[in-house]
């Protein structure tokens, strides 16, 4: 009897002759079979090839990183398909072939190598002829990173009992340095070791780290206190000027005291370590204040056989935070004319007062931004008056608090409004 085949099949054939058939994929295969001529007798015979198995994903162990790395690559291979990744949790992302580690963040991240069903092979009427393997998973540790502490030399190899002597440390990582006493007669004052008893003390600084940088190697310096003889003679009195400088003090500034001795004068933060640090002859601001704070400097002059030591001028200002975010009230399209309303949160003082900031008629902050006359109306809301003064365009608006001490820079508004 004739017949006919369908579906992922082929024929065989050796020396010309039919010797059977080879299955090429999955589906449905149909014979079909044929009667005497002239007649419309026929059988039909089907059956299905399910896919054939792929086999396993082998992919590669990942190592532990520390977060600073570049990351590491991925590798992973199937007998069919091709192998995509994904970060299934931790911190990480997967570009480019690599899995990264996201900035300042530790923790176990979990990879998945999954064959993409799309790269599976399929036959006419698509369907896969393979079932794509189970996806495998690898994990890795994001580490914390070493640190290191920086301790200044104390500037002198002995000190009379009673100096007070300024120290000066900072850490890679930018975290605040503590001082401690290891051995010997002193104490520690904010950034400033006192000296109690006679002699050789020994002084620590350290840095504990935290979720993302390790605990730093301890650093120490050392001094010996001196017990002074009984005087000789009288030592001169000496005495130090120290003022800050005027003007704008939030972004840091130049340090300047002078003794009568002519003598050299140190510096030490006293108040406000958390946020500002001495660096040689400059106040350097390290972060800023949620609040308010008071940066208090103390300049010193410890003396020598000629002068005896000065007594300690201390210096204040207040350090402000950075500015809050400005909500625009008025928003959509409003007339020229018309006023506008604008919102900032926060407690500045009694001193501090408002002004209200629009950008150039692009929205932009780029220098091209004016000042409005506005009056206050309700818990820290500016109405301005000035807006027939605008061309037409689309605005921004930001509000600044003026202290004594400096002004605070409004984020501006994330909203804009269309002036027509």
Known sequence: AQRTVSGPIVPVFERGQLVGYRITGAGTVCFTFFGEPNTNSRAQVCFNVAPAPCGAINFTALADVAWNTNGQPLAATAPCGSVAFRVVSGPADVAAGMVRPLPRQTGTVVVEAAVNPSSLDVNRDGTPDFVPPAPVRRSFEVLPVAQTITFNALGVPRADVG?????????????PVSFNVVSGSGRIEGNVLVITGAGEIVVEATQNGNEAWL??????????????????????????????????LQNGFALSATATSNLPVSFAVVEGQNFARIEGSNLVITNRPAAVVTITIEATQGGNDVFAAATPVRRSFRLLPQGAQTVLLSTGVL??????????AGSFGADASLRLVVSDNQGNFNGGEGFLDA???????????????????????????????GTIIGIPSAASFQLV
């Open 215 to 248: 605990p730093a190697e301890p650093a120490r310096r050392s001094i010996v206190g001196v017990q002074p003889p009984p005087a000789v003679r009288t030592l001169l009195p000496q005495e130090i000027s120290f003022n800050l400088p005027s003007g704008n």
């Open 163 to 175: 100096f007070r002597l300024p120290l000066s440390a900072f850490a890679s990582s930018g975290l």
């Open 375 to 405: 009056r206050l109306d309700g818990a820290n809301i500016l109405v301005s008056s000035q807006t027939h003064n605008l061309p037409v365009g689309t605005y921004r608006v930001r509000i600044d608090v003026a202290t004594a001490e």
């Open 335 to 344: 007339c020229q004319g018309s006023s506008i309303r604008a919102q900032i």
